[in-house]
């Protein structure tokens, strides 16, 4: 089935030190996102690309990179993870229209914990 | 501003009927969806409104009041199973944008 992957489910990384996390998708969306959730809270978009057009939100921290090298894959970069950054990880994907919104399909997380 | 408001938390009993409200306002609007969440677990795609008036999926319905800012998720015949969060999110319009609601919480008895 074409669906939005995300790698690893659960990632322990330490205090300070970089971690990336990956997405791929086979639906061939143009419109990519990454979230962070924390618990009990709304998804927060940190970016999203439009193909290789990158949009950054203007409260996502210094420390989230992102990269997209192609159509199909996404990475999260946390350049150097505090204690607050511990939370839910969320890739999506949506197919661009001009004519309205669309459904985002989401990968199943990456549960990202710092120690 | 940008604000998507939702109950915390709902309770129902198994084979009843429940309606989880979402009021929003937004710059730009180009459609109303609505995700189930389980606790640890993705959100995956429930329903969508663009025009006003009610959608309906199955158990699933949402409606929609563009002028009022408002939508509602109804739920038939409820099961255990469906004990999740319900996050509404809007697509702000000329953007690829989504704001999501903080969700409702719904717990379904036996």
């Known amino acids: 089935d074409a669906m939005v992957i995300q790698n690893p489910r659960y990632q322990v990384t330490q205090f300070g030190k970089p971690v990336t996390l990956s997405c791929s998708q086979t639906?061939?969306?143009?419109?990519m996102y990454w979230y962070q959730q924390k618990s009990s809270q709304a998804p927060k978009l940190l970016f999203h690309?439009?193909?290789?057009?990158?949009?950054n939100e203007a409260d996502t921290p210094d420390n989230f990179q992102s990269r997209r090298p192609n159509t199909s894959f996404c990475f999260l970069d946390i350049r150097s993870p505090g204690l607050g950054d511990a939370a839910m990880y969320l890739c999506?994907?949506?197919?661009?229209?001009?004519?309205?919104?669309?459904?985002?399909?989401f990968g199943d997380g990456t549960r990202l914990s710092i120690l | 501003g940008q604000n998507i408001d939702q109950p915390t938390e709902m309770t129902a009993t198994e084979g009843a009927i429940v309606q989880i409200n979402c009021t929003y306002q937004?710059?730009?609007?180009?459609?109303l969806f609505w995700y189930q969440q389980h606790a640890g677990e993705a959100p995956t795609f429930l329903s969508y409104n663009v025009l006003d008036g009610l959608e309906e999926k199955g158990r699933f319905s949402s409606f929609l009041s563009r002028s009022k800012g408002y939508s509602y998720l109804l739920l038939k015949e409820l099961q255990m199973k469906d004990s999740a969060s319900y996050l509404c999110a809007v697509n702000r319009g000329g953007t690829y944008k989504y704001i999501f609601g903080t969700g409702t919480r719904l717990k379904v008895l036996a």
């Open positions: 690309y439009y193909d290789k057009d990158f949009n």
């Open positions: 937004t710059s730009g609007f180009n459609g």
């Open positions: 999506a994907t949506s197919r661009a229209s001009q004519g309205g919104g669309q459904p985002q399909h």
């Open positions: 639906l061939n969306h143009n419109v």
